[in-house]
């Protein structure tokens, strides 16, 4: 299970929240090596692991310092870890039956270098492709840095498109993945092409008494309670544009709080300082503490970016929402197929799109807490009678790790 663009640090969301998860239960028939970027620190893991940089060759800044997400942003950067990259396949071609490789900014590169020595490999496609932030460099100053950034947007997308066809498999989210790929001839019909969403962690995520999370909290039992859970960096997540509509609009009694760090938090600080919003920014919590503050909530925020998707089509499964579902909490997002699906067309909670004047019409009309409530006791019952996960929208990380399974048996060489 390979993870080229995740460095194991204590907050790497891809690591801990997506694919850890899930080893435990491949491991009941398999023998399961995780590979990663590189390991600061003692990894604390129950399975093998390799990096592909040499711990021994890392500089001291590159032992010390890690953004959890290698994403390279010009050509040279990526060419540069390409180059690293090819090497790891050649030195472990024959220690691997499959290698599946998880989501990240330059996925199928290992994959595609695997095959070439002869050893199948499978990759989990979440978007075809974030459409990257065009950097701000002044081309007088920085000539070269502006024509990496510019040749690198320009490649990328047609090398991916050759990964995605030399591969052997292809894992995808969602159904709206899948076809986004047909259709744009990424992948034909007969490409195998595995539809495969996120799971949940049930000792973790699960129905809470409110008034008592409230209590443990200290949040006041009479306060409507929005919950964001997630990343502050602003670029799929983007909860910017309610945090300024809720200051704006200032509605009685409702209150936000957000769980989470990232880059931008600093700027999403300073709107909620701008528009006096009433906003509690709690940091970065273990999952443990998050799913109390989802259970004290009302109503839970998956604010998303769809911008950053090719036709604006938004093709991710969404963790997050999932796991709202699943601790029975309504959830207000983004309207869009997937979201339509997840939230049963409204019925599970509200879609509203991601921009401020949106969230101000949301917030004069705001639902009562009973007509929210009403929401949740639906939600709950659909929960408690297993509807949701005869859905595939509320499934465990053993549901996902049993389809896995099924991958590795069709792709492996040992079968």
């Known amino acids: 299970m390979a993870l080229p663009g995740t460095d194991y640090v204590p907050h790497a969301p891809l690591l801990f929240a997506n694919t850890l998860p899930l080893l435990p239960y491949l491991a009941e028939d398999f023998e399961v090596t995780l590979v990663l970027r590189k390991a600061l620190g003692k990894p604390q893991l129950e399975c093998d692991y390799l990096t592909i940089l040499d711990q021994s060759q890392l500089s001291e800044a590159e032992k010390k310092q890690s953004t959890a997400n290698f994403s390279p942003t010009g050509f040279f950067s990526a060419w540069k870890y390409l180059k690293i990259l090819d090497q790891f396949p050649k030195a472990h071609a024959k220690d691997f039956d499959l290698v599946i490789e998880r989501q990240w900014s330059l996925v199928g590169s290992l994959s595609n270098t695997f095959r070439r020595y002869g050893v199948p490999a499978v990759f989990v496609v979440e978007a075809e492709f974030y459409t990257t932030r065009q950097a701000k460099i002044d081309w007088r100053s920085h000539p070269v840095k502006q ?8 490649l990328l997308p047609q090398v991916r498109r050759q990964w995605i066809r030399n591969a052997s498999g292809i894992v995808v989210e969602t159904e ?37 999370c409230r209590q443990q909290l200290g949040i006041s039992q009479d306060s409507l309670v929005l919950t964001y859970v997630g990343s502050l960096n602003r670029f799929i997540q983007e909860p910017g544009p309610i945090i300024e509509a809720l200051g704006r609009e200032k509605p009685k009694d409702v209150v936000l709080y957000v769980i989470g760090d990232g880059n931008k938090r600093k700027e999403l600080e300073n709107i909620a ?46 963790l997050k929402v999932c796991e709202y579902l699943a601790c029975g909490r309504p959830v207000l997002t983004i309207p869009c197929e997937r979201m339509e699906y997840l939230l049963n067309h409204g019925e599970y909670g509200f879609l509203v799109e991601n921009e401020v004047e949106s969230y101000r019409k949301f917030f004069q009309a705001i639902p009562s807490i009973q007509e929210i409530l009403e929401a949740e006791n639906l939600l709950i019952k659909n929960l408690n009678n297993s509807t949701l996960r005869a859905q595939g929208i509320v499934l465990t990380w053993k549901d996902i790790a049993e389809m896995y399974k099924q991958i590795i048996r069709d792709n492996s060489t040992c079968k």
């Open 147 to 154: 024509a990496s950034t510019s040749l690198f947007t320009q």
């Open 176 to 212: 709206q993945m899948k076809s986004f790929l047909i259709e744009k001839k990424y992948a034909s019909y007969n490409k195998p092409i595995y539809s495969i969403p996120n799971g949940i962690d049930p000792q973790i995520f699960f129905p809470r008494d409110r008034h008592a």
């Open 273 to 318: 300082t701008k528009f006096d919003a009433s906003v509690i920014f709690k940091g970065r919590l273990t999952q443990q503490e998050a799913a109390l503050y989802v259970g004290a909530a009302n109503l839970c925020l998956a604010p998303y970016n769809k911008a950053l998707f090719p036709e604006g089509k938004f093709t991710s499964a969404s």
